[in-house]
Structures are given as structure tokens and as C-alpha cells.
T-cell receptor, first 115, second 107 residues
Framework: NAGVTQTPKFQVLKTGQSMTLQCAQDMNHEYMSWYRQDPGMGLRLIHY???????DQGEVPNGYNVSRSTTEDFPLRLLSAAPSQTSVYFC??????????????FGPGTRLTVT | KNEVEQSPQNLTAQEGEFITINCSYS?????LHWLQQHPGGGIVSLFMLSSGKKKHGRLIATINIQEKHSSLHITASHPRDSAVYIC?????????FGTGTRLQVFP
């Protein structure tokens, strides 16, 4: 199994540009999520999905869109990049059930710089 | 006040020492996770627990639901344990993360 894959690993954008961060998992996990990690702060939830066709906002959703057309893929779109979106982005997936999220599997991360 | 607080923020130890990292939370949860972030940035899950204690190799995690507190212990620490250890608490659809404890173990 490849686990959770993310592309690209690094990206530099100019303010106002748009792009899509790709995330895929091959473990048939229902739950997928996107986080951003900034210095001195914990991972913060951007958007999450509990299954194909179902997405919801997390703590910091503004400026980002997601969709979940298949169980495997959960892309994150930046609509109009801003310097405040400079961060490291992680995608994660897990099983969910019995009122809890199970072991989390993280992708390798995408380091995004917006100039 | 953050919903998940970890202490200490930074920790240095000599190889072989017993390490304890603490996590306190203020929200109702269904499970607590301990994660390890390597110096290269990758994040791996160490434990998920909702009660009691779990052990894996030299790592032990405990949780006290009544006191809303968890501890991660590392016995016989080794330089390869140097990493950031992250506590996260959650329910059915969201996890809230602490800011992490940076551990450095020197030979």
C-alpha cells in the first residue's frame, strides 16, 4: 500500500494565483482531512470529509475549497493565494466509527510559499 | 486558553533517561491520540486511546478521563527518539491538536 500520498511536495505561488493540492489514499478510509501547520501553532483543521460526496468546514476554511468525488481522493483548492496561506499542508485519513476517529495516517506534507 | 495544552514545550534528556510528556484537555472527547513528527516533517501515529494504558516497545501512554489528562512516557530514551510529540483529542469528526513537545535526546 502507498498509504497517503500528497503532491506537490513544494510549491511557490504568486499572490492571486490558484492551485490544487492533491491527496490520495489507498486504505479505503472513510475519513479524510486537510490541516495546515504554522510555527508555534498546532495543526489546524481546514476541511474534512466523512465519505464520498460529504465535506465540511474545519477551524480555518476561508480561502480553501474541497471536494470528495471518490473515497480515494480529497483535493484541496486554493482559490486566490494570499501570503497568509504560506504554510505546510498535511492531508490525513483514517477509519471512523463507534464515536471516534481511529489511527491517523498522514501524507508527507506540502510546503507552500505565497509571495 | 487552548483546548489542548502540552507540557513541557521543550525537553532535553541524556540517553537512557525516562521521559514524560503531559497533555491536558478541556473538552469532552471520545479518544486521544499521540503522534510523532520527525525532524524531516513526517507525522506518524503512536497511540490512540480512550481509557487506561497502552504500551508499544519503549513507549507507554496513559489517560485519565476524569482528570482530562494523558501522559506519554519513553523508557530508556535514545537519540533516535528526538522528535516533536503531539497530543490530539477528538470525537467522531474532528481532532484538536496541541502545539507539541520538542524532545532532544543527547548521547
Amino acid at each position: 500500500n502507498a498509504g497517503v500520498t500528497q503532491t506537490p511536495k513544494f510549491q511557490v505561488l504568486k499572490t492571486g494565483q490558484s492551485m490544487t493540492l492533491q491527496c490520495a489514499q489507498d486504505m479505503n478510509h472513510e475519513y479524510m482531512s486537510w490541516y495546515r501547520q504554522d510555527p508555534g501553532m498546532g495543526l489546524r483543521l481546514i476541511h474534512y470529509s466523512v465519505g464520498a460526496g460529504i465535506t465540511d468546514q474545519g477551524e480555518v476554511p476561508n480561502g480553501y475549497n474541497v471536494s470528495r468525488s471518490t473515497t480515494e481522493d480529497f483535493p484541496l483548492r486554493l482559490l486566490s493565494a494570499a501570503p497568509s496561506q504560506t504554510s505546510v499542508y498535511f492531508c490525513a485519513s483514517s477509519y471512523a466509527g463507534q464515536g471516534a476517529l481511529y489511527e491517523q495516517y498522514f501524507g508527507p506534507g506540502t510546503r507552500l510559499t505565497v509571495t | 486558553k487552548n483546548e489542548v495544552e502540552q507540557s513541557p514545550q521543550n525537553l532535553t534528556a541524556q540517553e537512557g533517561e525516562f521521559i514524560t510528556i503531559n497533555c491536558s484537555y478541556s473538552v469532552g472527547i471520545s479518544a486521544l491520540h499521540w503522534l510523532q513528527q520527525h525532524p524531516g516533517g513526517g507525522i506518524v501515529s503512536l497511540f490512540m486511546l480512550s481509557s487506561g494504558k497502552k504500551k508499544h516497545g519503549r513507549l507507554i501512554a496513559t489517560i485519565n478521563i476524569q482528570e482530562k489528562h494523558s501522559s506519554l512516557h519513553i523508557t530508556a530514551s535514545h537519540p533516535r527518539d528526538s522528535a516533536v510529540y503531539i497530543c490530539a483529542v477528538g470525537n467522531t469528526d474532528k481532532l484538536i491538536f496541541g502545539t507539541g513537545t520538542r524532545l532532544q535526546v543527547f548521547p
